[in-house]
Protein backbone atom coordinates (compact mmCIF):
# COMPACT_ATOMS: atom_id res chain seq x y z
CA UNK A 1 0.00 0.00 0.00
CA UNK A 2 1.48 3.40 -0.98
CA UNK A 3 2.00 5.96 1.62
CA UNK A 4 0.53 9.82 1.38
CA UNK A 5 3.13 11.58 4.05
CA UNK A 6 1.78 14.72 5.26
CA UNK A 7 4.66 17.75 4.49
CA UNK A 8 6.48 18.17 7.89
CA UNK A 9 7.36 22.37 9.01
CA UNK A 10 11.55 23.00 9.24
CA UNK A 11 12.80 25.01 11.67
CA UNK A 12 11.99 25.62 15.47
CA UNK A 13 8.83 24.83 17.26
CA UNK A 14 7.32 28.09 17.44
CA UNK A 15 3.67 28.13 15.49
CA UNK A 16 5.05 31.61 13.93
CA UNK A 17 8.04 30.17 12.40
CA UNK A 18 7.28 26.50 12.42
CA UNK A 19 7.36 26.71 8.60
CA UNK A 20 6.23 23.99 5.81
CA UNK A 21 4.60 25.84 2.83
CA UNK A 22 1.47 23.47 1.48
CA UNK A 23 1.89 22.37 -2.11
CA UNK A 24 -0.48 23.86 -4.87
CA UNK A 25 -1.59 26.96 -3.28
CA UNK A 26 -4.23 28.02 -0.56
CA UNK A 27 -7.09 27.58 -3.09
CA UNK A 28 -6.18 24.02 -4.46
CA UNK A 29 -5.42 22.66 -0.93
CA UNK A 30 -9.12 23.08 0.27
CA UNK A 31 -9.91 21.46 -3.24
CA UNK A 32 -8.21 18.42 -2.25
CA UNK A 33 -10.82 15.14 -0.49
CA UNK A 34 -10.02 14.00 2.78
CA UNK A 35 -6.46 12.74 2.88
CA UNK A 36 -7.70 9.90 4.76
CA UNK A 37 -9.43 8.64 1.80
CA UNK A 38 -6.07 8.85 -0.87
CA UNK A 39 -4.59 6.01 1.59
CA UNK A 40 -7.20 3.61 0.80
CA UNK A 41 -5.44 3.55 -2.69
CA UNK A 42 -4.16 -0.65 -3.29
CA UNK A 43 -6.82 -1.44 -0.59
CA UNK A 44 -9.78 -0.18 -2.24
CA UNK A 45 -9.46 1.08 -6.25
CA UNK A 46 -12.13 3.56 -5.47
CA UNK A 47 -11.05 5.72 -8.83
CA UNK A 48 -11.94 2.70 -10.53
CA UNK A 49 -15.23 2.37 -9.00
CA UNK A 50 -16.38 6.07 -9.62
CA UNK A 51 -14.73 5.83 -13.15
CA UNK A 52 -17.55 2.70 -13.91
CA UNK A 53 -20.02 4.19 -12.24
CA UNK A 54 -19.94 7.78 -14.02
CA UNK A 55 -19.99 5.77 -17.45
CA UNK A 56 -23.44 4.57 -16.97
CA UNK A 57 -26.50 6.20 -19.35
CA UNK A 58 -28.49 6.60 -16.46
CA UNK A 59 -31.18 7.60 -19.03
CA UNK A 60 -30.52 4.27 -20.49
CA UNK A 61 -29.81 1.90 -17.72
CA UNK A 62 -30.70 -2.01 -17.66
CA UNK A 63 -31.90 -3.05 -14.46
CA UNK A 64 -29.27 -5.55 -14.16
CA UNK A 65 -26.24 -2.90 -14.52
CA UNK A 66 -28.02 -0.96 -11.82
CA UNK A 67 -28.01 -3.72 -9.86
CA UNK A 68 -24.71 -4.06 -10.07
CA UNK A 69 -23.72 -0.56 -9.56
CA UNK A 70 -25.64 -0.50 -6.28
CA UNK A 71 -23.74 -3.72 -5.09
CA UNK A 72 -20.76 -2.54 -6.09
CA UNK A 73 -21.16 0.80 -4.00
CA UNK A 74 -21.72 -1.05 -1.29
CA UNK A 75 -19.06 -3.46 -1.32
CA UNK A 76 -16.59 -0.85 -1.97
CA UNK A 77 -18.34 0.83 1.66
CA UNK A 78 -17.99 -2.74 3.63
CA UNK A 79 -13.97 -2.75 2.24
CA UNK A 80 -13.15 1.03 3.38
CA UNK A 81 -14.49 0.56 6.58
CA UNK A 82 -12.47 -2.86 6.86
CA UNK A 83 -9.57 -1.33 5.20
CA UNK A 84 -6.26 -1.18 7.03
CA UNK A 85 -4.29 1.78 6.34
CA UNK A 86 -0.05 1.89 6.80
CA UNK A 87 0.44 5.75 7.89
CA UNK A 88 4.49 6.87 7.95
CA UNK A 89 4.02 8.86 11.41
CA UNK A 90 6.38 12.29 11.42
CA UNK A 91 4.09 14.72 13.30
CA UNK A 92 1.69 13.50 16.00
CA UNK A 93 -0.57 16.56 17.62
CA UNK A 94 -2.01 16.25 21.02
CA UNK A 95 -5.17 17.50 21.91
CA UNK A 96 -5.72 17.99 26.03
CA UNK A 97 -7.23 20.09 28.40
CA UNK A 98 -4.67 22.45 28.89
CA UNK A 99 -6.49 23.81 32.38
CA UNK A 100 -6.48 20.89 33.92
CA UNK A 101 -3.11 19.84 35.95
CA UNK A 102 -3.59 16.18 35.90
CA UNK A 103 -4.25 15.72 32.30
CA UNK A 104 -0.95 18.03 31.83
CA UNK A 105 0.90 15.53 33.78
CA UNK A 106 -0.16 12.90 31.66
CA UNK A 107 0.86 15.15 28.45
CA UNK A 108 3.73 14.83 29.09
CA UNK A 109 4.44 11.72 29.86
CA UNK A 110 3.21 10.86 26.57
CA UNK A 111 4.84 13.57 24.68
CA UNK A 112 8.10 12.19 26.30
CA UNK A 113 7.81 9.05 25.40
CA UNK A 114 7.05 9.45 21.75
CA UNK A 115 10.32 11.71 21.13
CA UNK A 116 12.44 9.32 22.84
CA UNK A 117 11.23 6.02 21.58
CA UNK A 118 9.24 7.04 18.42
CA UNK A 119 11.65 9.92 17.16
CA UNK A 120 8.38 11.86 16.11
CA UNK A 121 7.74 15.64 16.29
CA UNK A 122 5.39 16.35 19.28
CA UNK A 123 3.10 19.04 18.94
CA UNK A 124 1.38 20.19 22.43
CA UNK A 125 -1.09 23.33 23.11
CA UNK A 126 0.95 26.10 22.69
CA UNK A 127 -0.67 27.18 26.27
CA UNK A 128 1.98 24.49 27.64
CA UNK A 129 4.89 26.30 26.81
CA UNK A 130 5.58 28.24 30.42
CA UNK A 131 3.63 25.66 32.21
CA UNK A 132 5.72 25.11 35.20
CA UNK A 133 3.97 21.43 35.56
CA UNK A 134 4.62 20.46 31.47
CA UNK A 135 8.04 21.92 32.20
CA UNK A 136 9.28 22.10 28.31
CA UNK A 137 12.65 23.18 29.82
CA UNK A 138 12.99 19.80 31.73
CA UNK A 139 11.76 17.75 28.77
CA UNK A 140 14.66 19.77 26.77
CA UNK A 141 17.42 18.94 29.06
CA UNK A 142 16.59 15.55 28.54
CA UNK A 143 18.05 14.90 25.31
CA UNK A 144 19.56 17.50 22.93
CA UNK A 145 17.50 16.43 20.13
CA UNK A 146 13.99 17.45 21.83
CA UNK A 147 14.80 20.70 21.15
CA UNK A 148 13.85 20.22 17.41
CA UNK A 149 11.04 17.59 18.33
CA UNK A 150 8.83 19.38 20.42
CA UNK A 151 6.29 22.01 18.76
CA UNK A 152 3.23 23.90 19.73
CA UNK A 153 0.35 24.29 17.95
CA UNK A 154 -2.39 26.80 17.69
CA UNK A 155 -5.86 26.53 16.30
CA UNK A 156 -5.19 28.89 13.75
CA UNK A 157 -2.46 26.30 12.91
CA UNK A 158 -4.30 23.51 12.87
CA UNK A 159 -7.36 25.44 11.19
CA UNK A 160 -4.37 26.43 7.93
CA UNK A 161 -1.83 23.51 8.04
CA UNK A 162 -3.89 20.44 9.05
CA UNK A 163 -1.55 18.33 6.61
CA UNK A 164 1.43 19.16 9.19
CA UNK A 165 0.13 16.01 11.13
CA UNK A 166 -0.13 12.42 10.92
CA UNK A 167 -1.97 11.71 13.78
CA UNK A 168 -3.95 13.13 16.38
CA UNK A 169 -4.01 11.71 19.84
CA UNK A 170 -6.66 13.02 22.60
CA UNK A 171 -6.44 13.08 26.19
CA UNK A 172 -9.90 13.26 28.02
CA UNK A 173 -13.53 12.57 27.20
CA UNK A 174 -16.13 13.37 24.21
CA UNK A 175 -15.79 16.97 24.67
CA UNK A 176 -11.87 17.00 23.84
CA UNK A 177 -12.67 14.75 20.86
CA UNK A 178 -15.67 17.37 19.89
CA UNK A 179 -12.97 20.57 20.33
CA UNK A 180 -10.42 18.47 18.14
CA UNK A 181 -13.59 18.24 15.16
CA UNK A 182 -13.39 22.25 15.67
CA UNK A 183 -10.15 22.30 15.35
CA UNK A 184 -9.92 21.02 12.09
CA UNK A 185 -12.76 22.09 9.50
CA UNK A 186 -11.54 20.72 6.65
CA UNK A 187 -9.28 18.02 6.26
CA UNK A 188 -9.02 15.70 9.49
CA UNK A 189 -5.92 13.76 10.26
CA UNK A 190 -6.95 10.41 11.84
CA UNK A 191 -8.28 10.83 15.61
CA UNK A 192 -7.11 8.12 18.32
CA UNK A 193 -9.04 8.71 21.40
CA UNK A 194 -7.61 7.90 25.08
CA UNK A 195 -10.55 7.55 27.63
CA UNK A 196 -10.25 9.97 30.66
CA UNK A 197 -13.86 11.00 30.68
CA UNK A 198 -16.66 10.27 32.54
CA UNK A 199 -18.70 8.68 29.66
CA UNK A 200 -16.99 8.39 26.43
CA UNK A 201 -19.05 7.27 22.76
CA UNK A 202 -15.94 8.08 21.03
CA UNK A 203 -13.01 7.10 23.08
CA UNK A 204 -12.34 3.84 22.67
CA UNK A 205 -8.42 3.35 24.33
CA UNK A 206 -7.28 3.11 27.30
CA UNK A 207 -4.87 5.37 28.33
CA UNK A 208 -2.78 3.16 30.81
CA UNK A 209 -2.01 0.84 27.96
CA UNK A 210 -1.11 3.55 25.42
CA UNK A 211 2.51 2.43 25.34
CA UNK A 212 0.51 -1.08 23.57
CA UNK A 213 -1.79 0.86 21.54
CA UNK A 214 0.79 3.22 19.75
CA UNK A 215 2.95 0.66 19.05
CA UNK A 216 0.31 -1.39 17.11
CA UNK A 217 -0.56 1.88 15.18
CA UNK A 218 3.03 2.53 14.07
CA UNK A 219 3.87 -0.84 13.65
CA UNK A 220 0.65 -2.56 11.94
CA UNK A 221 -1.72 0.23 10.95
CA UNK A 222 -4.97 1.40 11.84
CA UNK A 223 -8.09 0.78 11.03
CA UNK A 224 -10.41 3.58 10.39
CA UNK A 225 -14.40 5.04 10.83
CA UNK A 226 -14.67 7.84 8.59
CA UNK A 227 -17.70 9.60 10.60
CA UNK A 228 -19.74 11.98 8.70
CA UNK A 229 -19.58 15.22 9.50
CA UNK A 230 -22.51 18.13 8.59
CA UNK A 231 -21.74 21.32 6.69
CA UNK A 232 -24.00 23.86 8.09
CA UNK A 233 -24.30 27.42 6.17
CA UNK A 234 -26.02 29.76 7.68
CA UNK A 235 -27.91 32.43 5.55
CA UNK A 236 -28.32 35.98 6.83
CA UNK A 237 -30.58 38.70 4.82
CA UNK A 238 -29.88 36.63 1.72
CA UNK A 239 -26.54 36.35 2.16
CA UNK A 240 -23.91 33.49 3.16
CA UNK A 241 -23.28 34.58 6.97
CA UNK A 242 -21.40 31.48 8.36
CA UNK A 243 -20.43 28.58 7.83
CA UNK A 244 -19.46 25.53 10.13
CA UNK A 245 -18.57 21.69 10.06
CA UNK A 246 -20.08 19.71 12.73
CA UNK A 247 -19.39 16.16 14.02
CA UNK A 248 -22.58 15.70 16.65
CA UNK A 249 -25.57 17.78 15.60
CA UNK A 250 -26.96 21.42 14.77
CA UNK A 251 -29.60 22.51 16.98
CA UNK A 252 -32.75 25.28 16.09
CA UNK A 253 -34.24 26.02 18.91
CA UNK A 254 -36.57 28.64 20.78
CA UNK A 255 -33.68 30.48 22.77
CA UNK A 256 -35.19 32.52 25.59
CA UNK A 257 -38.39 33.44 24.04
CA UNK A 258 -41.77 31.87 26.27
CA UNK A 259 -43.35 30.95 22.50
CA UNK A 260 -42.71 27.58 20.53
CA UNK A 261 -40.84 27.83 17.69
CA UNK A 262 -42.51 27.91 14.41
CA UNK A 263 -39.79 26.72 11.84
CA UNK A 264 -39.97 25.19 8.00
CA UNK A 265 -37.77 22.13 7.10
CA UNK A 266 -36.99 21.75 3.55
CA UNK A 267 -35.67 18.82 1.85
CA UNK A 268 -34.04 19.51 -1.90
CA UNK A 269 -36.08 22.56 -1.96
CA UNK A 270 -39.15 20.88 -0.97
CA UNK A 271 -41.62 21.54 2.08
CA UNK A 272 -41.32 18.24 4.15
CA UNK A 273 -43.18 19.78 7.26
CA UNK A 274 -44.06 22.81 9.37
CA UNK A 275 -41.94 22.61 12.73
CA UNK A 276 -44.04 23.75 16.30
CA UNK A 277 -41.85 22.95 18.77
CA UNK A 278 -39.13 23.84 21.63
CA UNK A 279 -36.71 23.67 18.44
CA UNK A 280 -35.50 20.65 16.39
CA UNK A 281 -32.12 18.70 16.27
CA UNK A 282 -30.48 17.74 13.15
CA UNK A 283 -27.90 15.03 14.14
CA UNK A 284 -25.39 12.89 12.84
CA UNK A 285 -25.13 9.22 13.48
CA UNK A 286 -22.34 9.73 15.80
CA UNK A 287 -24.61 12.72 17.21
CA UNK A 288 -27.70 10.05 17.85
CA UNK A 289 -26.07 9.06 21.01
CA UNK A 290 -26.09 12.87 22.00
CA UNK A 291 -28.87 15.79 22.62
CA UNK A 292 -30.78 13.64 19.70
CA UNK A 293 -31.12 10.55 22.06
CA UNK A 294 -31.93 12.79 25.18
CA UNK A 295 -34.79 14.46 23.36
CA UNK A 296 -36.28 10.58 22.31
CA UNK A 297 -34.32 9.99 18.69
CA UNK A 298 -33.29 6.51 18.10
CA UNK A 299 -29.46 4.95 17.82
CA UNK A 300 -28.20 5.45 14.90
CA UNK A 301 -24.93 3.48 14.01
CA UNK A 302 -22.20 5.46 12.71
CA UNK A 303 -21.62 3.93 9.29
CA UNK A 304 -24.93 4.43 8.21
CA UNK A 305 -25.30 7.59 5.94
CA UNK A 306 -28.25 9.33 7.35
CA UNK A 307 -29.62 12.67 8.80
CA UNK A 308 -31.17 12.22 11.94
CA UNK A 309 -34.41 14.93 12.79
CA UNK A 310 -35.52 14.67 16.39
CA UNK A 311 -37.97 17.77 17.54
CA UNK A 312 -37.60 19.08 20.82
CA UNK A 313 -41.19 18.62 22.53
CA UNK A 314 -43.21 19.13 19.27
CA UNK A 315 -46.91 20.26 19.60
CA UNK A 316 -47.86 17.66 17.87
CA UNK A 317 -48.25 13.47 18.51
CA UNK A 318 -47.56 12.61 15.21
CA UNK A 319 -44.27 14.80 14.97
CA UNK A 320 -41.66 11.25 15.68
CA UNK A 321 -38.48 10.91 15.39
CA UNK A 322 -36.98 10.14 11.53
CA UNK A 323 -34.12 9.36 9.27
CA UNK A 324 -33.51 11.08 5.84
CA UNK A 325 -31.20 10.11 3.81
CA UNK A 326 -27.50 11.86 3.60
CA UNK A 327 -27.38 12.84 0.06
CA UNK A 328 -30.53 15.23 0.93
CA UNK A 329 -29.89 18.75 1.18
CA UNK A 330 -32.06 20.22 4.24
CA UNK A 331 -32.75 23.50 5.29
CA UNK A 332 -34.41 24.99 8.02
CA UNK A 333 -36.53 28.51 7.95
CA UNK A 334 -37.60 30.94 10.27
CA UNK A 335 -40.73 31.76 8.05
CA UNK A 336 -42.17 35.93 7.70
CA UNK A 337 -45.09 34.63 10.37
CA UNK A 338 -43.10 33.80 13.17
CA UNK A 339 -44.26 35.08 16.33
CA UNK A 340 -40.16 34.77 17.17
CA UNK A 341 -36.71 34.97 16.53
CA UNK A 342 -34.96 30.72 16.31
CA UNK A 343 -31.21 30.24 17.95
CA UNK A 344 -28.95 27.98 15.96
CA UNK A 345 -25.60 26.10 17.43
CA UNK A 346 -23.13 23.83 16.28
CA UNK A 347 -22.10 20.90 18.07
CA UNK A 348 -22.88 23.57 21.21
CA UNK A 349 -20.43 26.54 19.86
CA UNK A 350 -20.96 29.40 17.81
CA UNK A 351 -24.39 30.08 19.15
CA UNK A 352 -26.56 32.60 16.45
CA UNK A 353 -29.57 34.28 16.34
CA UNK A 354 -31.65 33.61 13.31
CA UNK A 355 -34.51 36.36 12.65
CA UNK A 356 -38.03 36.26 9.76
CA UNK A 357 -36.06 35.15 6.86
CA UNK A 358 -33.10 33.51 7.60
CA UNK A 359 -32.44 29.68 7.18
CA UNK A 360 -29.28 27.22 7.55
CA UNK A 361 -28.45 24.28 5.12
CA UNK A 362 -27.28 21.39 5.90
CA UNK A 363 -25.46 18.49 3.96
CA UNK A 364 -23.33 15.86 4.20
CA UNK A 365 -19.64 17.28 4.77
CA UNK A 366 -17.03 16.17 2.19
CA UNK A 367 -14.47 15.83 5.12
CA UNK A 368 -16.28 13.05 7.41
CA UNK A 369 -14.12 12.65 10.75
CA UNK A 370 -11.49 9.91 10.58
CA UNK A 371 -11.44 7.82 14.63
CA UNK A 372 -9.36 5.15 14.82
CA UNK A 373 -10.99 1.82 15.59
CA UNK A 374 -9.99 -0.26 18.46
CA UNK A 375 -12.65 -3.12 17.35
CA UNK A 376 -15.18 -3.84 15.28
CA UNK A 377 -17.66 -4.12 18.07
CA UNK A 378 -16.56 -0.49 19.27
CA UNK A 379 -20.18 1.10 18.96
CA UNK A 380 -21.89 -1.53 20.52
CA UNK A 381 -19.30 -2.06 23.11
CA UNK A 382 -19.26 1.90 24.06
CA UNK A 383 -23.28 2.10 24.23
CA UNK A 384 -23.36 -0.91 26.27
CA UNK A 385 -20.47 0.38 28.51
CA UNK A 386 -22.29 4.16 29.01
CA UNK A 387 -25.76 3.88 28.94
CA UNK A 388 -25.96 0.38 30.03
CA UNK A 389 -28.02 -0.98 27.06
CA UNK A 390 -30.56 -3.47 27.13
CA UNK A 391 -29.21 -4.49 30.56
CA UNK A 392 -31.39 -6.22 33.13
CA UNK A 393 -31.48 -8.90 35.52
CA UNK A 394 -31.96 -12.25 34.34
CA UNK A 395 -34.92 -14.31 35.07
CA UNK A 396 -34.39 -16.89 37.57
CA UNK A 397 -36.59 -19.87 38.83
CA UNK A 398 -38.26 -19.61 42.06
CA UNK A 399 -36.64 -22.76 43.74
CA UNK A 400 -33.05 -20.67 43.65
CA UNK A 401 -34.51 -18.95 46.70
CA UNK A 402 -35.16 -22.07 48.59
CA UNK A 403 -32.32 -24.34 47.58
CA UNK A 404 -30.24 -23.27 50.69
CA UNK A 405 -32.67 -24.18 53.05
CA UNK A 406 -33.19 -27.56 51.29
CA UNK A 407 -33.27 -31.20 53.82
CA UNK A 408 -29.92 -33.20 52.57
CA UNK A 409 -32.15 -36.18 53.34
CA UNK A 410 -35.01 -35.08 50.46
CA UNK A 411 -34.15 -35.91 46.88
CA UNK A 412 -34.16 -32.91 44.60
CA UNK A 413 -34.93 -35.00 41.79
CA UNK A 414 -38.39 -36.33 43.28
CA UNK A 415 -39.53 -32.64 44.55
CA UNK A 416 -39.03 -31.58 40.89
CA UNK A 417 -41.18 -33.85 39.54
CA UNK A 418 -43.90 -34.16 42.22
CA UNK A 419 -47.06 -31.59 41.84
CA UNK A 420 -46.87 -30.26 45.75
CA UNK A 421 -50.61 -28.61 45.86
CA UNK A 422 -53.81 -30.51 47.08
CA UNK A 423 -56.22 -30.40 44.07
CA UNK A 424 -58.47 -33.37 45.25
CA UNK A 425 -61.51 -30.98 45.24
CA UNK A 426 -61.57 -29.58 41.78
CA UNK A 427 -60.78 -33.52 40.56
CA UNK A 428 -63.19 -35.25 42.93
CA UNK A 429 -66.01 -34.67 40.52
CA UNK A 430 -67.68 -37.10 38.04
CA UNK A 431 -68.16 -33.86 36.13
CA UNK A 432 -64.28 -32.75 36.20
CA UNK A 433 -63.37 -36.27 34.96
CA UNK A 434 -65.71 -36.51 31.83
CA UNK A 435 -63.90 -33.25 30.75
CA UNK A 436 -60.84 -34.38 31.26
CA UNK A 437 -61.42 -37.30 29.20
CA UNK A 438 -62.69 -35.06 26.82
CA UNK A 439 -59.31 -33.58 26.26
CA UNK A 440 -56.73 -36.51 27.06
CA UNK A 441 -56.60 -39.91 26.29
CA UNK A 442 -54.79 -40.27 29.40
CA UNK A 443 -56.40 -43.04 31.63
CA UNK A 444 -57.95 -41.19 34.31
CA UNK A 445 -56.35 -42.53 37.45
CA UNK A 446 -52.86 -41.33 36.07
CA UNK A 447 -54.69 -37.64 36.13
CA UNK A 448 -56.26 -38.54 39.24
CA UNK A 449 -53.15 -39.88 41.32
CA UNK A 450 -51.33 -36.56 41.36
CA UNK A 451 -49.35 -37.23 37.94
CA UNK A 452 -46.98 -34.54 36.96
CA UNK A 453 -48.21 -34.69 33.56
CA UNK A 454 -48.73 -30.71 31.67
CA UNK A 455 -52.34 -31.34 31.23
CA UNK A 456 -52.81 -32.02 34.87
CA UNK A 457 -50.45 -29.34 36.12
CA UNK A 458 -52.70 -26.77 33.90
CA UNK A 459 -55.89 -27.71 35.11
CA UNK A 460 -54.90 -27.37 38.17
CA UNK A 461 -53.89 -24.04 38.12
CA UNK A 462 -57.38 -23.65 36.40
CA UNK A 463 -58.68 -24.86 39.78
CA UNK A 464 -57.24 -21.95 41.36
CA UNK A 465 -59.25 -19.40 39.68
CA UNK A 466 -62.47 -20.91 39.24
CA UNK A 467 -64.93 -22.30 41.03
CA UNK A 468 -66.55 -25.56 41.12
CA UNK A 469 -70.55 -26.10 40.60
Given at each position: ?16 N???T ?18 F ?24 S ?31 K ?37 N ?7 N ?8 Y ?81 V ?36 L??M ?61 R ?14 R??L ?87 A ?22 N????
Amino acid sequence: MSILTAGNPVGSGSPSNSGGTRRGGLSEYFRKPCFVHSRFDEAVDVAKVLKEISSDNFDHISHSSLVQTATGVRELAKRIGQATININVRSVLIVTKARDNSLIVLTRQLAQWLMFTREVNVYVDAKLRLSKRFNADGLLDQNPKFESRLRYWTPELTNMMPDLFDLVLTLGGDGTVLYTSWLFQRIVPPILAFSLGSLGFLTNFDFQDYQTHLNKVFEDGIKVNLRMRFTCTVFKDGHQSEVHEVINEIVIDRGPSPWISLLELYGDNNLLTMVQADGLILSTPTGSTAYSLSAGGSLVHPEIPAISVTPICPHTLSFRPMLLPDSMLLKVTVPRNARNTAWASFDGRHRTELRSGDYVTVTASQYPFPTVSASTMDYFDSVSRTLKWNVREQQKPFKDHVDGHKDESSNSAQDDEEWDIDDSTFFSTSSSSTMLSSFSSAPQSAVMTGSSSPLHKDFSFLSLNGSSK
